[in-house]
């Protein structure tokens, strides 16, 4: 073989190895490309198979009409109306305090004892006072006696006459002082009382013994209030507002008294709402039946005068689990499936009302927590 045969041979060779070559420096796509997701079907773990289905009774949710209800918590507060402060208009050192806070204590009875200079000066004024009257009240008798006899002229009546006139008004006005200080006129002495202006209990002291009492400028010593009526003040959200109205009644129960069931009367929805919370204060007023202490959280439920549909069920129908509440509904042969549904009250018949989760004529398990103990085994 020539050399020209042997380059023509040769060529051929050399291109299938060039382009053996150039495919092996390309990459496949295919084999780079990452493997197909597998979606892989996830069990409903509210769904349950259990044998014998025919043992667990089914009961069917009843239609009942309803007006929308509203519960909001609260605090029970003094009514301001009612709440009076012991004040002191003298001023002096507390001797005795007799009564303390927390105390009821009625109408007049002598809550705590303040020696005061303010007193002391005061009855000194009257009895000047009391003597100077007496001496105009002499020197008038001997003018009118002169006046008769023609010793004395009209004008010299007339300025005597006046001068005891004047003594009887310094009488009166230094006996009223002494009243408003709480001092009586008959009986001198440099302490005073003071006395309860109302009955109720004491619901702030600012007091102690051998403090002083400066008057109308220091902190009130006492305050009184009357717990007979008091307020109720709960926070509703700007979106339930619309279930308040000022007049209307509304439930009261109480935390410390479960059983008990009281009513209230709204009586002032706040204009303004609170920047952070967006909530309103809403003031009950109620009378205390006894009760009812200062601070004592309640739960107020207010009534809407729109009526909506609402289901109702035996209440053995609905399981309380994690604080949530739940009923199972048949959903095919053998399964039944555990909805979550919120309850309003309970009614008349041992049924409890189901606002949402399942609609009337749906059905649903008589007896929940049978069934939650079978599936649970």
């Known amino acids: 073989m020539n050399r020209r045969n042997l380059a023509i041979l040769s060529f051929p060779l050399s291109l299938g190895l060039l382009a053996a070559g150039c495919s092996r420096g390309k990459s496949d796509p295919q084999a780079e490309a990452p493997p197909p997701l597998r979606v892989a079907k996830v069990e409903d773990r509210n769904v349950f198979q259990v044998d014998h289905p025919e043992r667990f009774q089914l009961a069917q949710a009843v239609e009942h009409i309803a007006a929308p209800q509203l519960r909001v918590t609260g605090t029970v507060n ?58 105009a009240h002499t020197q008038l008798e001997r003018a009118k006696l002169l006046f008769d006899k023609g010793a004395i002229s009209q004008n010299d009546l007339q300025i005597a006459q006046n001068a005891e006139d004047k003594a009887k ?27 309860a202006p109302i009955s109720g209990v004491i619901t702030d002291q600012q007091v102690t013994n051998a403090a002083g009492v400066a008057g109308l400028s220091s902190p009130n010593p006492f305050t009184i209030s009357d717990l007979s009526h008091v307020w109720v003040l709960c926070d509703v959200y700007e979106n339930d507002l619309v279930n308040v109205r000022l007049g209307d009644q509304a439930d009261i129960r109480l935390n410390a008294y479960p059983d008990r069931a009281l009513k209230a009367q709204i009586s002032n929805i706040s204009p303004m709402l609170d920047p952070n919370l967006r909530t309103a204060k809403v003031r009950l007023e109620m009378d205390n039946p006894g009760v009812l202490r200062f601070g004592m959280f309640v739960t107020a439920t207010f009534h809407g005068r729109d009526a909506q549909m609402r289901s109702t069920v035996p209440s053995t129908a609905v399981l309380h689990l994690h604080d949530r509440q739940w009923v199972y509904t048949p959903s095919g042969t053998g399964t039944f499936k555990r909805l979550e549904v919120v309850v309003g009250n309970i009614l008349q018949g041992n049924m409890q009302e189901i606002v949402s989760g399942i609609k009337p004529g749906d059905k649903v398990v008589a007896n929940a927590l049978v069934l939650q103990d079978t599936v649970e085994k």
């Open 78 to 135: 003094p009514d301001i109306l009612r709440a009076v402060p012991v004040i002191s208009l003298a001023v002096g050192r507390v001797v005795e305090i007799h009564a303390r806070l927390g105390d009821t204590v009625k109408k007049g009875q002598v809550l705590l004892t303040v020696q005061s200079a303010d007193i002391s000066g005061a009855f000194s004024d009257y009895q000047k006072a009391v003597a100077d009257e007496q001496l």
């Open 169 to 195: 008004v310094d009488v009166t006005n230094t006996a009223e002082k002494l009243r408003v200080l709480g001092s009586p006129v008959d009986r001198p002495s440099g302490l005073i009382e003071i006395r």
